[in-house]
């Protein structure tokens, strides 16, 4: 009898089907029920204290801590004293005291914290747990489930009550219920986080709590309405529920029948919850309120939401807890909806405050509000969140030695802020500072609230020779400064012949707002790109002719193509002056290459309306990328593109480089592309973005469509590791262990550094082991690696490389001592076997092993194709080979494309001794080759 699913806007409440114009035979108290399967109860001969617009108030209808799962057992226990037992069509007689059923996994969300399953759990249970999660009181599932289908007092219950317990998704009018909450368990959950849905009031407004709405009192129309004033959240999700309220004939027979024109659910509601539990209103001095949304930003935490004492309608204290630290603030900010929700109280009642973040990592946080004269302090609502602050985190990628210095790439961020934070790059002694602030989209991915501007790629000079080069990432509020790596670089000797730079303008082009330039600058002393230097009306600007350009590459081949320029320069309407200089890379002075007046007007905007395209909404961890190209063709400035999930919109500026588009449309300007990352939480959202215009002519919708997001935020966690075993051999030494980060079940990499020299290696391999000690990750994370390490004694360490946030620990650091001893050729002759032959175009791919008893080292293997032959080494590690075979070690694997001729093939594959022996035959075999 409930909404199927939820719906994007209400759009018909007729649509809603009744189930409750009569009281459920097996719910009532009449005669014509007794002895069917319920037990009798005292007709209820009052409804005094009813109102239909306050059926039950806020703070009782959300209570999740009325009652414990025992008190609920027990409670089901004394309202059925024998179940008569038995089955029929739908399965056996069970009643609910006896009831139970393995409940499934459900995500949390919004709404709810989520469940774990499990088996055989009881109905008592399962509302209690359910309770929990979503926040709705017990006994209003309890009252729920007796309205519908007299579960709690029925003695004979057939299955197929059960199925539809709580009538979610199960209309009227004999249509199936919506298989998404056929089961106990279904119904109980999703009728719960539909309540919350239904109060939420995002997707459901039509009995939107402060305002009057005719209320029918039967699904016949013509049995009328009358206007009810919605006071609170609770009473709206009960009339989504059941969209009707009792006539006065419903009202007089109390548990009884009224007449054609009644219709009974909230009023059957309002009957079993105040016979069984009491009052639905709640004490009523206590602070209401509602917080509405506990988000973790940058170094801090927003809390937003409202609250008011019943006993006064001046502004109210908000005391908010992060773990065990206070904060008191004033509920006064301007809300006037809640004003309209309680007329009388006034607007002053909101709260948006931001809490500095004082540690990482998981954190409860709680919102009170203080309560003014009678009653109690309340609890609005607490949350576990994920703290961001910190030391910066970074990595210096790549140091590349280069004509006059290194140059430097990377990322770094701080935790506190989602600004650009500096560099520091030291040469030795030498520091130079700089801002990390170029577009990184994949440190975006893993940080969404930080955003993209966290790179930075510089040239910091340095004479020739050998230097030290570490970045440090500059700290902003709490931690440290944080290295981000060291490596050691070799800068070549100056070659720089002290010739000045070339360069070339091809446009300097006017339009709305400024100046686009474009050309080329090179020095023909490097092959680096170089500085230009633009003054616009005498003040001076640095940019980089680094873009790529074919063209140049192909006519200077020997200085490559990144030396191309395209600038917009900001400037107000009116004729300016503008000069553009190649900068020299070394010595030889810089060179002028054009000046230019250039005039910049304001065309007339023509009211038309923006065009655009969204290309690609792709789901990740903690939200979504939409990105696409939108521009107005009134101007050739970039335009802002909103973008609204779930109906709450933002701005950002489509103006990224968009080469492409600006070729299908000529004169919009390059800057026209947008790729945001918009933070969501787990589940199915609406995204719709609009292009907004630059003056007249209206916003068009670009695009309406459904992303569900599936996964978490990086925890910022550190990654678990393990090295079982150092094993040194003739040239190395295996290294074996696992590894894996828990913020992802993805294999992670390890690094190992042998006396600083660093190798990286993936943790993919097969661990059954660590699969069972932590089912959670997968079983993929083994490591079993060959190390080449010169002879003698070797510093080795191995740390494990996290995915995301969080830091790479050092798993060990130990000596290994690599000894090198001549083995005794003792004549044995290799072996070896060939496991597979793949033939595919062109040829076939061997797949074996073969060495030689008398050494460690891989040996070659000769394959001859009719007669004709070629040679491979048989070094892939193969640690099945290694265990069987532990003196000789592992490296003795092969897999090898062979070339042959189309058709039938002689193949033969022979083990080559190093040293005496022969060299053995392994396998001759006809193969065809396609």
């Known amino acids: 009898m409930r909404m199927p699913r939820i719906l994007a806007t209400f759009v018909a409440v007729t649509a809603l089907v009744v189930g409750v114009m009569v009281p459920v035979a097996s719910a009532q108290a009449t005669a014509s029920s007794a002895g069917k399967g319920v037990q009798t109860m005292q007709a209820k001969m009052s409804l005094a204290g009813f109102d239909p617009g306050n059926i039950i108030s806020d703070a009782v209808f959300t209570n999740r801590n009325t009652m414990s799962e025992a008190q609920i057992q027990s409670f089901f226990n004394g309202k059925v004293s024998r179940c008569q037992g038995g089955s029929d069509q739908w399965g056996p007689i069970i009643c609910l005291k006896d009831f139970t059923i393995t409940s499934v996994n459900r995500p949390a969300d919004r709404y709810c914290q989520g469940y774990t399953g499990a088996p055989n759990e009881s109905a008592a249970r399962i509302i209690y747990r359910v309770a929990q999660s979503c926040g709705i009181n017990p006994q209003v599932l309890i009252v729920m489930l007796q309205k519908e289908q007299g579960l709690v007092t029925h003695t004979w219950p057939s299955m197929n009550r059960y199925n539809a317990a709580l009538g979610q998704g199960c209309p009227d009018g004999g249509v199936p219920c919506d298989p998404t909450y056929v089961g106990f368990f279904h119904q109980i959950y999703g009728a719960a986080r539909q309540m919350q849905i239904y109060m939420e009031g995002r997707y459901f407004t039509y009995y939107a709590p402060g305002n009057t709405w005719n209320i029918l009192y039967n699904p016949n129309r013509a049995c009328g309405s009358s206007p009810v004033y919605v006071a609170n959240k609770a009473t709206s999700a009960l009339y989504y529920y059941t969209p009707y309220q009792p006539n006065a004939a419903a009202m007089r027979a109390g548990y009884g029948e009224g007449d054609g024109c009644s219709a009974y659910g909230n009023r059957n509601f309002y009957n079993y919850f105040t016979d069984w539990f009491g009052p639905t209103q709640g004490p009523k001095d206590d602070p209401i309120g509602v917080v509405e949304s506990i988000e973790s930003l940058p170094g801090e935490f927003r809390v937003r939401g409202w609250a008011l004492d019943p006993n006064s309608s001046e502004s109210i204290g908000v005391h908010i807890y992060v773990g065990n630290a206070g904060y008191a603030y004033a509920a006064d900010g301007n809300r006037p909806d809640v004003g309209a929700a309680y007329p009388g109280k006034g607007n002053a009642h909101g709260f948006d405050v931001r809490i500095p973040a004082t540690s990482s990592g998981a954190v409860r946080i709680c919102a009170y509000g203080i309560n003014v004269g009678a009653g109690g302090n309340s609890t609005l609502r607490c949350e576990e969140v994920i703290g961001m602050t910190g030391s910066p985190v970074g990595v210096l990628e790549t140091t590349v030695g280069v004509d006059g210095g290194v140059d430097v790439k990377g990322w770094a961020l701080d935790p506190d802020t989602a600004s650009s934070i500096g560099v520091h790059v030291y040469v030795g002694s030498t520091a130079t500072a700089f801002v990390a602030s170029r577009t990184r989209e994949d440190v975006a991915a893993h940080y969404p609230q930080h955003g993209a501007a966290h790179g930075f790629g510089a040239k910091v000079s340095a004479p020739p020779g050998t230097h030290t080069v570490c970045a440090y990432g500059i700290n902003v509020g709490r931690g440290a400064n944080a290295l981000l790596g060291c490596a050691t670089v070799t800068v070549p000797s100056s070659t720089d012949s002290g010739r000045v730079p070339l360069g070339h303008v091809e446009s300097m082009a006017p339009g709305p707002g400024g100046i686009s330039i474009a050309g080329w600058a090179y020095d023909p002393d490097t092959t680096d790109s170089i500085a230009i230097r633009v003054t616009l009306d005498g003040v001076a600007k640095n940019y980089r002719a680094d873009k790529d350009r074919p063209d140049f590459g192909a006519a200077y081949p020997a200085m490559g193509s990144r030396h191309g320029f395209a600038e917009w320069l900001p400037a107000t309407v009116g004729t300016h002056e503008v000069c553009v200089y190649a900068v020299n890379n070394g010595k030889g002075g810089d060179t002028l290459v054009v000046c230019s007046s250039v005039k910049v007007t304001s065309p007339p905007d023509q009211g038309r309306l923006p065009v655009g395209f969204v290309e690609s909404l792709v789901p990740g961890a903690g939200g979504a990328t939409v990105a696409g190209w939108a521009f107005d063709p009134d101007t050739t400035d970039p335009i802002s593109v909103h973008i609204y999930v779930d109906g709450v919109g933002k701005g950002y500026l489509a103006d990224k480089e968009r080469a492409d588009v600006a070729t299908a449309y000529p004169g919009t300007g390059q800057r026209s592309g947008f790729k945001e990352f918009i933070p969501m939480s787990l589940g199915t959202h609406q995204v719709c973005v609009y292009a907004i215009n630059n003056g007249t002519g209206g916003n068009p919708l670009l695009s309406c469509s459904s992303v569900k997001v599936t996964s978490t935020v990086d925890q910022g966690r550190v990654p678990v590791a393990f090295v079982e075993s150092m094993v040194a051999a003739n040239g190395g030494a295996t290294i074996t262990g696992w590894a894996f980060d828990p913020d992802t079940s993805d294999p992670i990499q390890v690094h190992v550094y042998v006396n600083g020299v660093g190798k990286s290696l993936v943790a993919d391999r097969e661990r059954p082991d660590v699969g069972k000690a932590y089912p959670a990750m997968g079983s993929k994370h083994g490591f079993s690696e060959f190390i080449s390490m010169p002879a003698g004694n070797n510093q080795v360490c191995v740390y494990a490389i996290n995915t995301g946030a969080g830091g790479n620990p050092l798993v060990l650091c130990s000596t290994v001592k690599v000894s090198v001893t001549a083995p005794v050729d003792r004549g044995r002759a290799p072996i070896g076997f060939v496991e597979t032959f ?90 065809r080759v396609p």
């Open 838 to 927: 793949t033939p595919s175009a062109g040829g076939t791919t061997l797949t074996g092993w073969a060495f030689d008893p008398d050494t460690t080292d891989p040996i070659q293997v000769h394959v001859y194709v009719n007669g004709v032959g070629s040679s491979f080494l048989a070094d892939l590690d193969r640690i099945d080979i290694g265990a069987a075979y532990p003196s000789v070690g592992s490296r003795h694997g092969f897999h090898q494309f062979v070339a042959m001729p189309s058709g039938v093939n002689q193949v033969c594959v022979y083990a080559i001794n190093t040293g005496a022996g022969g060299n053995p035959l392994i396998v001759c075999s006809t193969v």
